[in-house]
């Protein structure tokens, strides 16, 4: 029998067990994360944060000692960014003592991102370059049909952009589809978004490998991106989620994500 700890956190609402793996002695299978993360037979969670160093990761190539984050949705699927997940991350950090409070790097899938934790407040991350393709997507559900914009902040995104109405009468605990099919070879991660006004938006959203979560970092992100492309706004946007809200500020195309992040206990589990 294997014995983990763990702790749990949350950054709007969007929730994570965080496994301390310093070491990189974890191999954490599809089959341990799909079980954890279950809200009635596990702990519950949206997706698994593993904390480790970036020399026991074999795919990083850069600095070895930085800190890895290692995320996983609830189903087991690696994703390669978490805009939420990173401020938990960083939380964790900086209470385990880790890393001081204040500005540092971590590494991930998508390459570095940048964080700042203010002391006792809230946490901004760079989440880098946005990219917003041109080419048409569709998104369809239940019968439904809208235009989408499919937007990369590391990980895939497509937006759709709704009335209010419609956004919050959507039924999420069945996935939306796209097409082409093509265009997301590895799935995709699908945003509802009205606007309430320039620069304050409503967002759903349904995860790639989560499900319908209360809230997305990455999502906001390429929600704000797609609203500034479509309306010409460029002061910062507020996006007001299920679980709370965030605010996105760009630097030409780099994104800064600002929210809470806590982490509020710990534990263990055991795995045969
Ligand atoms: N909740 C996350 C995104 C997690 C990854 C996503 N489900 C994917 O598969 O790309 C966020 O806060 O960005």
């Not at 496994?19 to 994360?33: E, F, R, W, Y």
């Not at 995320?71 to 880790?98: K, P, T």
């Not at 706004?233 to 929210?259: I, N």
């Amino acid at each position: 029998m294997r014995r983990f700890t763990f702790s749990k956190g949350h950054g709007t609402r969007n929730d994570f067990i965080i496994i301390d793996d310093q070491h990189g002695m974890h191999d954490l299978g599809p089959d341990v994360i799909s079980a954890i993360c279950d809200r009635r037979s596990g702990i519950g969670a949206d997706g698994v944060l593993r904390v480790v160093r970036a020399q026991h990761v074999p795919e990083w190539t850069g600095d070895p000692d930085l800190w890895f984050m290692d995320y996983r949705n609830a189903d087991g699927s690696i994703a390669e960014m978490c805009g939420n997940g990173l401020r938990v991350f960083a939380r964790h950090l900086v209470n385990e003592q880790w890393v001081p409070t204040g500005d540092f790097t971590v590494a991930t899938r998508a390459g570095l991102r940048r964080v700042l934790v203010a002391r006792g407040g809230l946490i901004s991350t760079s989440l880098g370059a946005v990219t917003i393709s041109d080419e048409p997507v569709e998104v369809t559900h239940f019968g439904r049909r809208w235009p989408a914009t499919a937007v990369d902040v590391g990980n895939p995104h497509a937006v759709v952009f709704v009335d209010d109405d419609t956004r919050s009468g959507l039924d999420l605990t069945k996935a939306p589809s796209w097409e082409p099919a093509q265009r997301f070879p590895h799935g995709t991660n699908i945003e509802f978004v009205s606007v309430r006004e320039p620069g304050v938006l409503d967002m759903r959203v349904y995860e790639r490998g989560s499900g319908e979560t209360e809230s997305c970092g990455t999502g906001v992100v390429a929600s704000a991106a797609a609203h500034r492309a479509a309306s010409g706004h460029t002061g910062p946007v507020v996006v007001h989620v299920r679980g709370g809200e965030l605010t996105v500020e760009f630097d030409g195309r780099e994104a800064w994500l600002t929210g809470p992040a806590v982490v509020f206990a710990r534990g263990e589990f055991w795995w045969l």
